[in-house]
């Protein structure tokens, strides 16, 4: 073998032909293989999400530990910073060209590192996965227990740092540390062919005899139900366009205010709003027509749609500031609580709060749901969880009950013992302990029971209507308001002006900058 002369220009080519092979990721056969699984290589996903000629890469020249004569660059991970959107983010990209972008202890050492450096810079985090999990024999025996992993890093901002945002696309079958950066994440997006779970489903098959495919154990369906996947996109780079939306509604990090844009007009006229809601309040309507009469016309990005679906939650924007929208879905389950939305309404709400994003409340809930299977679900610990938190919450809470507001469910949507800064109603809008016809029936049960017996049907209806109706006016809007209860009663037409002043004043002189 000869040996060139050591030399600049020796080594200027030498430099070059490493950095090529890093760049060539894996190989010509390797990438034929992962584009023919309809997937693009990890540097093309990471040219779709950021700003042209921003690119700053670091570790490119990594290496295995263990190695062989096949060459892995990189170790299967390309990391670096850029920008999107004119703001500088760290990106972390799995390359499963190479060796099904397991995991081995350079990597693992190589992601840490740049975790850590954005997030003591404060830069929000980007983490594209796509990796079948640890590289054997890397990560056996020994090695496993002494993986470069730090916990007080790897998965959250250190507590003496002011957390950064962070951003997931499960952009193929992600197992492993690639499930694990999703599960860490703010916002998570997935392809339709994507999969996401803790291990895959050769392992599940080997370890418990259980037999199923990608779809069946992560894939949309599955991850979004649980709050795996926070939305889901037909294609790569759609994720990537979800991934900038997502990021312009939040600052670089949590000790910074939330970006502002030029206000806009709502996509439907203020005015009309009322027409949305009917008043009978057992007659369903989408509250996603409501939130189009108070938003900036194009500002509304949905979160966990799938997950407790009865819940609506969502960023927005109100004349240009950022918005967390919680809001029930009067289509599903009547807007009722379950343990799945009061869960997603806790992150949610944890999340606007840590990032200096507003709360506001629309209100239209019947309750918290009751019985065998939402108690088996944990609602009780999910409802105290969550009004604890919402109590906590630091940045300013509004809210407005569009029509009902009952029980449990009045309160888990920022309800006077959390602390609203501001809470408004309709004047159609009935509050209370329980629902006058439900309130009724069971305060009154022996009562009715006995006019049945004694008198007959019509005599029972009559007393019924009559209770009904004494109940109603007692739920009526305008005793909360003579109480103080309520801070005022407002006409609908005048809901997004209203809350935009209420956020306005609530924020006070501290800088839209939530006081922690």
């Not at 699984?37 to 950021?50: C, F």
């Not at 954005?118 to 999990?133: I, K, R, S, T």
């Not at 979800?242 to 312009?248: C, E, N, R």
């Not at 109590?391 to 609203?420: I, Q």
Request: glycine share 10%.
């Amino acid at each position: 073998m000869t040996v060139e002369k050591r030399s600049h220009a020796a080594l200027s080519r030498r430099l070059a032909d490493e950095q090529a092979k890093a760049r060539a990721m894996g190989g010509e056969a390797g990438l034929a293989r992962h584009r023919a699984s309809g997937r693009l290589p990890v540097r093309e996903r990471i040219d779709l999400l950021i700003d042209p000629g921003s690119w700053f890469e670091i570790g490119a020249l990594a290496l295995p530990e263990l190695r062989t004569e096949r060459h892995v660059p990189g170790d299967a991970v390309v990391t670096g910073f850029a920008l999107l959107h004119g703001r500088r983010v760290g990106v972390v990209g799995i390359d499963s060209s190479v060796l099904a972008g397991t995991t081995a202890p350079t990597s693992m050492r190589k992601q840490g590192r740049l975790i850590d450096r954005a997030q003591n810079a404060g830069f929000p985090l980007v983490l594209l996965c796509d990796a079948d999990g640890g590289r054997i024999p890397d990560v056996m025996g020994f090695r496993f227990s002494g993986l470069p992993l730090d916990f007080k890093t790897f998965v959250k901002t250190p507590s003496h740092l002011p957390t950064v945002p962070r951003a997931a696309a499960i952009l193929g079958p992600s197992y492993g540390d690639s499930a694990l950066h999703a599960s860490t994440a703010h916002f998570v997006v997935m392809v339709e062919f994507g999969a996401v779970a803790l291990s895959g489903p050769s392992v599940v098959q080997s370890a418990i005899n259980e037999t199923l495919d990608d779809a069946a154990l992560g894939g949309p369906a599955a991850a979004t139900a649980v709050g795996n996947a926070h939305m889901v996109v037909p294609t790569e780079a759609d994720a990537m366009a979800a991934i900038g939306a997502f990021l312009s509604y939040l600052p670089s990090n949590a000790s910074l205010p939330a970006p502002v844009t030029v206000a806009r007009d709502p996509a439907r006229d203020p005015a009309a709003i009322a027409d949305t809601v009917p008043i009978d309040t057992q007659v369903a309507y989408d509250i996603r027509d409501v939130i189009d009469s108070i938003v900036d016309d194009g500002s509304y990005f949905p979160w966990a749609n799938a997950w407790g679906p009865s819940l609506v939650c969502a960023l927005a924007r109100i004349e240009g500031r950022a918005v967390g929208i919680i809001a029930n879905q009067p289509m599903m389950m009547a807007g009722a609580h379950d343990p799945a939305s009061l869960t997603k309404q806790h992150d949610f709400v944890a999340m606007c709060d840590t990032f200096n994003i507003p709360l506001v409340f629309l209100h239209d809930v019947p309750g918290l749901l009751i019985g065998t299977r939402a108690e088996q679900g944990g609602i009780l610990r999910a409802y105290e969880r969550l009004v604890s938190r919402i109590a906590d919450a630091s940045v300013p809470k509004v809210g407005v009950v569009l029509r009902k507001a009952y029980g449990g469910g009045h309160f888990a949507m920022g309800g006077r013992p959390t602390h609203p800064d501001f809470l408004f109603a309709w004047p159609n809008a009935e509050m209370g302990f329980m629902a006058p016809d439900t309130g009724v029936r069971t305060v009154y049960r022996r009562r009715l029971q006995k006019v049945l017996e004694d008198e007959g049907q019509a005599a029972h209806d009559r007393l019924l209507t009559e209770l009904v109706q004494e109940w109603t006016l007692e739920s009526e809007p305008w005793e909360g308001a003579a109480n103080l209860s309520l801070d005022d009663i407002i006409q609908p037409a005048d809901t997004r002006r209203t809350l935009a002043r209420a956020i306005d004043v609530a924020w006070g002189e501290r800088g839209y900058v939530s006081r922690r």
